[in-house]
């Protein structure tokens, strides 16, 4: 099969490798749809210990079962694999199985391949009227609806809901809609990109701002870098909460002093649980995130310049589908 291939810091080459062959209880799934992560590019740019090349990269995948029972179902892939047995699994925090695997990291190979191969566990049903290029955003959508639904748990309820996401990618914007689906009526984007600003305004229907003023019940520090941090430390009102779930750099920005005498909750959040990424599926499914066509697609040939163009920032759009067939 044909698959983009991380190489070394910012090398990607399309190339021929082995087919996956699927364990027990595992799946073989034809990739129609792959979303480039955040993640990836953490990868691509050699910032990410955990992805070392060679490696097949990408995690965002929707397909069509190949073969067996479930031959031609339409499928999002969930591509967090974990133990199912262990105390984290047992009460349905699956993602902090300490066995936890996640695809596009060794030992599993990604998704930027015309097949992978998954447990069925991992995969949802797509629905005939839903293309499985949204179905391929059921993952990032789901990581921000797991860091908004725990965010809403621990906000007090005598608090305004008014919500600060800090980054206009597709972790933000989906934190976005998010909030909405959960009843936060005011929600405001910081993107310092002008034409990525511009598109969410005029293309998703957000309130999108260069910088923000005041104070927020709610802030989703999307970015992770000691900035966003500091902002976020800065901008969340007395007794809200921050969550945070970029991974832009490891250390600074955090006023632990201003979090303490103000009794803001800070939350790290990772991934999803699996009943996180299956409501979000189904929140896909029943159009509670709106159209999802904020979203560019190109052929998995054209995946290297593609992440050369989110390098550079000339994307607009939150987020890269690559299609493997095209």
Excluded at 81 to 92: F, L, M, Q, R, S
């Amino acid at each position: 099969m044909k698959a983009l291939v991380y190489d070394g810091v910012e090398t990607l080459t399309v190339r021929e490798v082995a087919d996956p062959a699927p364990q027990d209880g595992e799946h073989l799934i034809k990739v129609e749809a792959v979303g480039i992560c955040g993640s990836d590019m953490h990868a691509y740019l050699g910032h990410d210990a955990r992805r070392p090349a060679p490696l097949i990269l990408g995690h965002e995948a929707a397909g069509v079962i190949v073969g067996g029972p479930f031959d031609g179902s339409r499928v999002t892939v969930n591509p967090l694999v974990t133990c199912g047995t262990c105390p984290a699994c047992d009460i349905g925090r699956e993602n902090l199985c300490p066995t936890r695997q996640i695809i596009s990291m060794q030992p599993r190979e990604g998704a930027f391949a015309q097949y992978i191969s998954m447990p069925m566990h991992n995969l949802v049903k797509v629905p005939q009227e839903v293309t499985l290029t949204k179905a391929a955003l059921a993952e990032p959508l789901a990581v921000s609806w797991h860091a908004v639904r725990l965010a809403l748990e621990a906000l007090h309820p005598s608090m305004d809901r008014t919500a600060l996401v800090l980054g206009g990618g597709a972790i933000g914007l989906a934190a976005a809609l998010a909030l909405t689906a959960m009843g936060v009526d005011e929600v405001t984007i910081v993107e310092p990109n002008e034409a990525r600003r511009a598109f969410l305004t005029e293309q998703c229907d957000q309130r999108a701002v260069e910088a923000a003023r005041g104070q927020f019940s709610l802030v989703v520090d999307a970015v992770g870098y000691a900035a966003t941090r500091a902002a976020a430390s800065a901008l969340a009102a007395a007794g809200g909460v921050i969550a945070h779930v970029g991974l832009g750099e490891d250390e600074g920005g955090i006023d632990v002093r201003r979090l303490t005498l103000q009794e803001i909750t800070f939350i790290g959040t990772y991934t999803y649980t699996a009943a996180d990424f299956r409501d979000t599926a189904q929140a896909i499914f029943d159009g509670r995130l709106g159209p999802l066509t904020w979203t560019e697609t190109r052929a998995l040939q054209d995946g290297a310049a593609a992440f050369a163009d989110i390098r550079r920032g000339a994307v607009a759009a939150p987020k890269i589908i690559l299609n493997p067939w095209a």
